[in-house]
């Protein structure tokens, strides 16, 4: 069951169990991302925190559990039960429309359910610009507006509509991140932060509903790392976008994240405001590597 306490959410994880073989990596999962706010996925090295985001994304088909994700009119949650029974990926119904991403291939979680992610090891195109890099994020309206076809190329004015908006869209993220006076230096070139920055721009031309990030603190020095906290904050308050982040700078979770979940081995251990996680016992026994009874203990011995 969701979080009763989750008034408007935009995914529902529902008792997501996830098995390699004999391996359990996640087990009956179950937590709410709200509407618009920040929720962090924290947990020990082999948690299972990217094995989650796999599911959600579409890479990994669940074992067990539901994973559903809603956007327009919040009405069509009423209808879960009903999509579930009848075997169904989606439905939209009087400006609401609800996903069953469990059900949906990577591509359909991408382009139907506005599902976009990035990923802990940086994956731009180095040799492009970083103009090319966030025009080719939005290939899929400039398609759609050739017709599939080769019409672009001889500008027929629908595609020729389309590229003026593509091209005024990565501008205006140019503006946001900070690089139009590097919009035609290849992206490679960029500072490793601006480069993660470029990352969830791109992604942002996509327009999501749910943005997925996977650690992007990772490899940020402290002055890069409170940009990044800056630039998610702001996604948040400005755009209203909703993020779901893996992370384990614990700084930028603490300072931006609405709410956390922690797994530990698969399970989850606790749920609920950062303020609330930081002080819980089986939270700091997990990153201890110790048991709940041993933790004040080892933080006397550590100086914590």
Known sequence: MSDPSMSDPILRVEHLTMRFGGLVAINDLSFAAE???????????????????????????????????????????????????????????????????????????????????????????????????????????????????????????????????????????????????????PAGDLPYGAQRELEIARAMCTDPVLLCLDEPAAGLNPTESAELSRFLRMLRQEHATSILLIEHDMSVVMEISDHVVVLDHGVKIADGLPEHVRNDQKVIAAYLGVEDDEVAKVEAEVGL
């Open 35 to 185: 509407r618009g706010q920040i929720t962090a996925l924290i947990g020990p090295n082999g948690a299972g925190k990217t094995t989650v985001f796999n599911c959600i994304t579409g890479f990994y088909k669940p074992t067990e559990g539901r994973l559903a994700l809603q956007f327009g009119d919040p009405a069509i949650w009423n209808e879960l039960d009903t999509l579930t029974q009848h075997g169904l990926r989606s439905r939209t119904h009087h400006g609401g429309s609800l996903f069953l991403l469990e059900r949906m291939p990577d591509h359909e979680v991408v382009r139907k359910a506005r599902v976009a992610r990035t990923f802990q090891n940086i994956r731009l195109f180095p040799g492009m610009t970083v103009l090319e890099n966030l025009l080719v994020a939005q290939h899929t309206p400039l398609m759609r507006a050739s017709g599939w076809t080769v019409l672009g190329l001889f500008g027929v004015p629908t595609y020729l509509k389309a590229e003026r908006a593509a091209i005024e869209k990565a501008r205006l993220w140019l503006e946001r991140i900070g690089l139009t006076e590097r919009a035609d230096d």
